[in-house]
């Protein structure tokens, strides 16, 4: 069912773990669907992420996408992050069967609910970032099965 | 595949050699359509009806009450329908219960679109429904209830015989769904009172795309599949004759076998539970503490996720399955496990193990210890875990 790069990632999840007082951390997902990540960044005052950990409750999607997520935005500035989309994700894991594409979104999700946590605390708005949406099956384009 | 633990009989089982042994011959050697004058069709014939004989031993009822069908879901769709329209004229209301296969369910949703009225009766904690509820739920224009002998996730065993008698009483035709039950615990249509019950082969070491329909003689029902004379003309179609010597010599070896095989299992099962639960923190059982099905094992681990599990399950070569949402492939976790009151985020950290006669003890351990690790790592990686820890604290 998945590709060898997505079970790389679930075997060896990249950044796992917490940031003891977090420049932004995010929570979306929910436990109804099954699927919940966290993101923790430190950014430094350059707007620099330079450092990220995730925790993920959830399938062999969720655990690849959040962990390639944090792949993606370690080293990168608070714009550049933002940039970061679920398709992004997807490619770069060689993508997800359809029935899990909407795990992509909830890693894209906690990026910017991360981001967004950052903003609030440090009194800044974030060019192109809206509050985020929690419920996540509230934005997917799957079908139901 | 190399060490491979199959620990997902629930879903199928391995075809016993026996089995296929018995089967084989009807290929290529007596391979005629039992319904053939000329003398090279008798052996088919003769084997056809033995192993309706076979089938009807291992629930007491008789021979021509047999009908061979595709599989258990075939089996399930023809008593729900037939039955309705057979006894429309008596009533449209049908019992049934929340934590029926699917083939049972889905059946019930197509018959309330045809202007049926089905009652869905809860179950409790352990999966069991109540005898006064049902009472209470039968009415003049009932006229069917469907209750599984014994339910494929959690493994709880119903009460059929009392379910048989309420109905008895009530002059209400009763149908089982005894896929898992059938070749795995002792079932008697008569001490039961079961007026139909459906069967699939490959879930005690039979074949694929073979079960029964038993039906008692009295019951008014339709064909099913209109055709040939073949199941007295109730469900046309040639009949699957290695299909059907496979199912009957399965039903042979497990009335055989069974008692052997009931005490086995379950001592393995329990072991496992046992095991499990003392030795994994913040685990829960789900289904009857002992009336299930004795080769039946159903954990919620909270705060991790089923299908985390099975990937880690299967790298080790074991195989298992989980009701969590993600496998089923919809937003929500098993309707079985909802219906025992399990929130969300619990069930959808489900483990089901079912094991075969196959299965030792080396296994069994193998499986605890590896499942210790497992939970650990996962939930080294859960948000849910890092919450409660903290909450502790």
Known sequence: M??????????NPRNVGEIENPSGVGTVGNAKCGDIMRMYFDIDEQGV????????????????????????????????????????????????????????????????????????????????????????????????? | MDNLIYLDNAATTRVSEEVLNEMLPFFRETYSNPS????????????VDHARKRAAELIGANVEEIYFTGGGSESDNWALKAVAEAYSFKGKHI???????HAILHTCEYLEKQGYEVTYLDVDEEGKISLEELKAAIRPDTILISIMAANNEIGTIEPIAEIGKIAH?????????AVQAYGHIPINVDDMNIDM????????????????????????????????????????????????????????????TMEERV?????????????????????????????????????????????????????????????????????????????????????HGSLRITLSEETTLEDIDFVADELKKIVGRLRGMSPLYEDFVKKQK
């Open chain 2, 36 to 47: 053939a004058v000329y003398r090279f069709a008798g052996e088919s014939k003769k084997a």
């Open chain 2, 197 to 256: 019950l459906s069967a699939s082969g490959h879930k005690f070491n039979g074949p694929k795309g073979i079960g029964i329909l038993y039906i008692r003689k009295g019951v008014k029902i339709r064909s099913f599949i209109h055709g040939g004379a073949q199941e007295r003309s109730r469900r046309a179609g040639t009949s699957n004759v290695p299909g059907i010597v496979g199912f009957g010599k399965a039903a042979q070896i497990a009335g055989e």
């Open chain 2, 95 to 101: 019992i049934t219960s929340k934590i029926e296969h």
């Open chain 2, 169 to 177: 009483e009530n002059g209400v035709l009763f149908h089982t769904d």
């Open chain 2, 263 to 347: 005490a086995k299992e379950t001592a393995l099962r329990d072991h496992l539970m046992e095991r499990v639960l003392a030795e994994v923190p913040y685990v829960k059982l789900n289904g009857h503490r002992t009336d299930r099905l004795p080769n039946n094992v159903n954990f919620c681990f909270r705060f991790i996720e089923g299908e985390s599990l099975l990937i880690l399950l299967d790298q080790l070569g074991v195989c298992a399955s989980s009701g969590s949402a993600c496998t089923s492939g919809s937003l929500d976790p098993s309707h079985v496990l909802l219906a025992i009151g399990l929130p969300h985020e619990i069930a």
């Open chain 1, 49 to 145: 992420i330079r450092d990220v950990k995730f925790k993920t409750f959830g399938c062999g999607a969720a655990v690849a996408t959040s962990s390639m997520a944090t792949e993606l935005v370690k080293g990168k500035t608070v714009k550049e992050a933002l940039e970061v989309t679920n398709k992004a994700v997807m490619e770069a894991l060689d993508g997800l069967p359809p029935v899990k594409v909407h795990c992509s979104l909830l890693a894209e999700e906690a990026i910017h609910a991360a981001l967004w946590d950052y903003a609030q605390k440090n009194h800044i708005v974030i060019e192109g970032l809206k509050e985020p949406v929690n419920d996540i099956a509230e934005k997917s384009e799957d079908e139901e099965y």
């Open chain 1, 2 to 11: 998945y590709s060898e790069k997505v079970m790389d990632h679930f075997n």
